[in-house]
């Protein structure tokens, strides 16, 4: 435990499946810091679900209520994938690979989304997380938190990111957030079809600065930014290219604010605000090892995996930079302006 003055941070939360479960940790572990005092969370797909789930469990029983919540939703998703088909091959069992990659249901799926939609083959429109969410999240309590919460989710239509807030928050709303198209159908709200937000805010980190009081974002980044190793297989360039699409609204915004930074005065029509944000990351190169079809991957054992990564990946983030939170950005954003 870290010994410091309070202070009041943003989180960030970006999606990712069953990589969420790293997410998990980390805020397992901030929530053991009694001077972290949370005041909006933005957040996508699995990101969505973890801020809602969060925010409702400090509402109902502060740190340790959060911390059982988040323990319990994780659990839930773990017994609903029980007896899902996307199993692992049993040579990845003995070798400890959590990928999907051998898995025939996995490999017939992928092959069979890339002739037929989820209209065809899907035509209820089913989402085994729809209950789960229901059982582990109250809206109404979570409509009456003072902590902001952002979801964002993509308008089929248009191609632009809706961001929901506490009172508009529903189960649908984050089934929308986490709609993969080659997976669901389309999310229906308000007479409009929506998709999953990451490709339009992963997270959506805008209304963090204009609608918080914080001058401190602190982001849970789950898809890699950078890849080191040659892209030569189809899937392989298939995982990267959604990596990059998923990155690329963040990414924006994070250059945005570095330029907002550079400058003595924002700018007409841009708050002061957005100069003098400090923001953070947390992250770990364990999970850019992890293979894309292991975010479709919830056993148990695996969530547990990824919660530990995380809670390490949070400690280790507290031990170098406590301190700094309040004083100045740990990220370094202007090392996202190379090149623009």
Not at 26 to 34: G, K, Q, Y
Not at 142 to 162: C, D, E, K, Q, Y
């Amino acid at each position: 435990m870290v010994d410091r003055a309070p202070i009041r941070l943003d989180l960030a939360l970006q999606g990712g499946g069953s990589h969420g479960a790293f997410t998990w940790g980390v805020l397992d572990r901030l929530l053991e810091e009694p001077w972290i005092d949370v005041d909006g969370v933005s957040g996508t797909s699995a990101g969505a679900m973890n801020a809602c789930v969060l925010v409702d469990g400090l509402a109902a029983g502060g740190a340790a209520g959060a911390r059982a919540a988040l323990a319990r939703f994780w659990g839930a998703v773990a017994e609903a994938a029980r007896f899902s088909p996307f199993r692992r091959a049993p040579w990845d069992w003995f070798s400890g690979d959590w990928s999907l990659d051998r898995s025939p249901a996995y490999l017939a799926m992928d092959l069979t989304a890339r002739l037929f939609s989820p209209y065809d083959l899907n035509p209820g429109g089913g989402n085994p997380l729809e209950a789960v969410l229901a059982d582990c999240v109250d809206f109404k309590r979570l409509a009456a938190s003072p902590i902001r919460v952002f979801v964002t989710a993509t308008n089929v239509r248009s191609g632009r990111g809706r961001v929901f807030r506490n009172a508009e928050l529903t189960p649908d709303v984050l089934l929308a957030s986490a709609c993969l198209p080659t997976l669901f159908q389309a999310v229906e709200i308000d007479g409009e079809p929506y998709w999953d937000g990451g490709y339009s805010g992963n997270p959506t980190i805008t209304p963090l600065v204009r609608e918080c009081s914080s001058q401190d974002v602190l982001l849970v980044q789950i898809n890699p930014v950078e890849c080191v190793k040659p892209m030569r297989s189809a899937r392989e360039i298939h995982n990267r290219i959604n990596e990059v699409a998923f990155n690329a609204t963040l990414l924006k915004e994070l250059r945005m604010i570095a330029l907002l930074k550079r400058a003595v005065d924002p700018g007409p029509g841009e708050p002061a605000s957005w100069a003098g944000m400090r923001v953070h990351r947390i992250a770990s190169p364990a999970l850019a090892k992890l293979g894309a079809s292991s975010k479709l991957n919830a056993e148990g054992a695996f969530l547990e995996l990824l919660r530990d990564e995380g809670r390490a990946a949070a400690d280790a983030f507290l031990q170098a930079h406590a301190a700094d939170l309040g004083v100045r950005s740990t990220l370094d954003l202007d090392g996202l302006l190379e090149g623009v």
